[in-house]
Every structure is written in structure tokens, then in C-alpha cells.
């Protein structure tokens, strides 16, 4: 089965209260298309994080390996796969180029591994560039910030 997963991730102020969005679509055999929509808001939390919970969202519902295309507007997420910033950060010990602790390992560490059981291709959208997609994930993630409901990102540690 392919699914089509598209992403947004939202902060207000960074850090601040934050949402993620995120669409998954995919057509059965008689050709009929299947939509689910995800989103959740969090109290404290930076735009990074709501970009990568939003794709580990869409991963974590899929009940069998698939073949997924995952639409983001975050360069953090897509050249992380793509550029293969992510087998380096492995081959450091989770060490940027820098040398220096990689942000966000908690939810890169829970990507990688709700990731695994598919074969994954990620694709860079331009953000409020009038993808349709992106555009109702951007609602998704950015309604989820500003509403009721939002729950603590247990792994957000502010920079010290």
C-alpha cells in the first residue's frame, strides 16, 4: 500500500504553545481515496518539534509497513533524510557536525524507530505557497497551538 502523509508543524513564539498537523491519504484498489487528519497541541515547545511530531504522528497509525511519500515544508525534517544528516548524527553518537548534542534526539530516536518498518521518501513543499495539503495541515497545526486540549511536550528542554 503507498500513503501519502503531508506534515505542517506550528509554534507561537519558539518556544511558546505549539500544534502539529498531519494528513494521510491513500486509494484502495477500487480506487476510492482514504483521508485521516491527526493534529494535537502542546503548551511549551519549539516549531522544530511540531514539524517532527507531525510526520512521527502519521507513522505511528500506519498498522502495516507501507510505502509512504511524506509532503513537509520543514528543510529540518527532509534534509535530515535527505542530505543524510541523520547517519551522521548516528555515526557521532547523536553529535552534530559540530561536535555538538543534536537537538531534539527524543523525537528523532522515536522518528527513526516509527519510521523503520516502511520504505519512506521525503519531499520538500514550499510553505504558504498554496499547496493545498500543506495549507490544511498549516490550519491543522496551527489550530491544535492556539486551542483547547494542548498537552506538555515532556521531551522540550529550553536551551539553557
Known sequence: ?????????????????????????????????HERELSQGFECTTNNRMELWGVIAGFEVLKHPCRVTVYSD??????????????????????????????????WQRLLAAKKPHEVEFVWVKGHAGHPENERCDRLATAAADGAGRIADAGFRPEA
Not at 503531508?6 to 500544534?19: E, I, M, S
Not at 535530515?80 to 552534530?96: P, S
Open 1 to 33: 500500500m503507498h500513503v501519502t502523509m503531508y506534515t505542517d508543524g506550528a509554534a507561537r513564539g519558539n518556544p511558546g504553545p505549539g500544534g502539529y498537523g498531519c494528513v494521510l491519504q491513500f486509494t484502495d484498489g477500487n480506487g476510492r481515496l
Open 74 to 107: 520543514s528543510q529540518y525534517v527532509v534534509n535530515a533524510f535527505n542530505q543524510h544528516w541523520v547517519d551522521g548524527w548516528l555515526r557521532r553518537g547523536w553529535k552534530n557536525s559540530q561536535k555538538q548534542p543534536v537537538k531534539n534526539v527524543d523525537l
